[in-house]
């Protein structure tokens, strides 16, 4: 296998891994190079490259592990151009831990790679905004202006922008519509059970969920509440890291975890629930995230062992509500599986289990689910191309269902998978199977 190098730069000049945490050789030997993996990579599927696949990277990081090849941008493009979907690590025969690797290679780019200025200042705008509601909330006023004079219509029709900025022109084909009700948060810190109380909880906000989708959180605590939970929202909780972690930005996303653990101690709760599929992946991850805080480290293993999906809570305590159909007839849904539910937390039986559980709902199921939407955290505003691919392929494959109504878990799915509905001229609702169940449970028709 070659290793692609930029032309003019010498590999003798370029350095290699840090002794902090580099992938771990006896992971990377448990590779076999197989190939199961490459059918299931969204990446390798779209761009048709060795080393854009899980097992051309583990050569990669094997190689300049042993200073056989260099931390450059010929190397650091193909872990760059990995989404984190972590198809590979169910697919794989061998058992290889790819989560671990690419997750330990991803810092040492951070550390040790110099990225050009314009890519430096996009990551930045990225991870000193997203990550923190509180700085989004400053600009949703001249979002909504911006919305509002119609200026999303004329780039996206033009495509002016995305000719400024390829990844520019990405961000704004996926901002959600602004409403009043983003610019407060309204759930109060504690939300009583209905009837008998069976579990006390904790409810995480999450930031673009918060801000954009904060009726699927309204949604979430009905639901909880019908079925015997008391719901405890912390004010103080922040971001949940997981847009840092997943791009390496370790001490940022070590900051963010440790505010998150901080926020609950003392609640008392036996569950911490969240309903983003990214999210919950990390937020399960806090003991690898603050293994190296003695301070921290004991904490974060009794956090993250009382993190539970929503869909995953629910399907393991039971519903204890009586369930109306959504429509007067039957109703066709396609559940979309975010990657970090499905591979990452290998939660897939139970959002369909109770989605099957409301009356009149027939699911179907579509080709490739497993295969990522391109969304990926931030992947679909950094590697644009590869994410619009992916995202044709997976809006093309729901709409071949059938289905009248596409149920997501994650709203970075949703963004993505809305954005190429519409390119599509296509208008299926998307609704998160949580906003379904408060639907049921409170007898609400779809369409009335």
């Known amino acids: 296998m070659q290793i692609s190098e930029k032309p003019g730069i010498n590999s003798d000049n370029l350095g290699g891994f840090d002794a902090n945490h580099p992938p771990d050789p006896k992971l990377i030997d448990t590779c076999v190079h197989c190939g199961f993996c490459l059918s299931t990579c969204p990446s390798y599927r779209v761009i048709g490259k060795e080393m854009d696949s899980p097992r051309g990277r583990i050569y990669l990081m094997d190689a300049i592990n042993e200073g056989e090849a260099p931390l450059g941008e010929g190397t650091v493009q193909h872990f760059d151009s990995c989404l984190g979907c972590l198809a590979c690590v169910t697919t794989c025969p061998s058992g290889v831990q790819y989560d671990k690797l690419i997750a330990a290679t991803r810092p040492q780019i951070e550390r040790n790679y110099s990225r050009s200025l314009p890519d430096k200042l996009v990551r930045q705008l990225i991870f000193n905004l997203f990550p923190y509601p509180n700085r989004l909330r400053v600009l949703l006023a001249p979002l909504l202006i911006y919305q509002k004079l119609g200026f999303p219509k004329f780039f996206r029709a ?18 959600p519509n602004v409403t009043l009700k983003a610019f407060r948060d309204t759930l109060p810190e504690v939300i009583p059970a209905e009837g008998k109380k069976r579990y006390r909880v904790g409810v995480i906000l999450g930031c673009v969920q918060r801000l954009f989708f904060s009726k699927v959180n309204d949604a979430t605590v009905r639901v909880l509440t019908a079925n015997g939970c008391e719901v405890v929202i912390p004010k103080s909780q922040g971001c949940c ?14 900051a963010l975890a440790r505010q998150m653990i901080d926020s609950f101690e003392g609640t008392g709760v036996d569950f911490v629930i969240i309903n983003a599929a990214g999210c919950g992946h990390t937020l399960k991850e806090y003991a690898h995230i603050l293994e190296d805080d003695p301070n921290y480290r004991e904490k974060a293993k009794e956090f993250a062992g009382k993190v539970k999906d929503a869909q995953e809570f629910l399907a393991l305590v039971g519903l204890t509500t009586k369930l109306s159909p959504l429509t007067d007839g039957e109703l066709t849904l ?20 109770l989605l099957r559980q409301i009356p009149g709902v027939k699911l179907r199921e579509p080709i490739d689910a497993a295969l990522c939407c391109g969304s990926a955290g931030v992947y679909n505003m950094l590697q644009p191309e590869v994410a619009d691919e992916l995202g044709q392929q997976k809006v093309d494959n729901l709409l071949n269902t059938g289905a009248e109504l596409i149920a997501s878990a994650n709203p970075g799915c949703t963004l993505q998978i809305s954005k190429h509905l519409q390119l599509q001229g296509k208008e299926v609702p998307i609704m998160h ?9 409170r007898g609400v028709k779809l369409y009335e």
């Open 241 to 254: 890291a997981a847009l840092p972690e997943h791009q390496g930005q370790k001490e940022q996303a070590q």
């Open 433 to 441: 199977p949580m906003e379904l169940l408060d639907y049921s449970i």
């Open 334 to 353: 396609v559940y979309q599986d975010a990657c970090h539910l499905l591979h990452g937390q290998k939660i897939s039986v139970q959002p369909r289990q």
């Open 158 to 175: 033009t495509g002016l922008l995305k000719q400024i900025s390829p990844r520019l022109g990405a961000m704004e084909s996926i901002l």
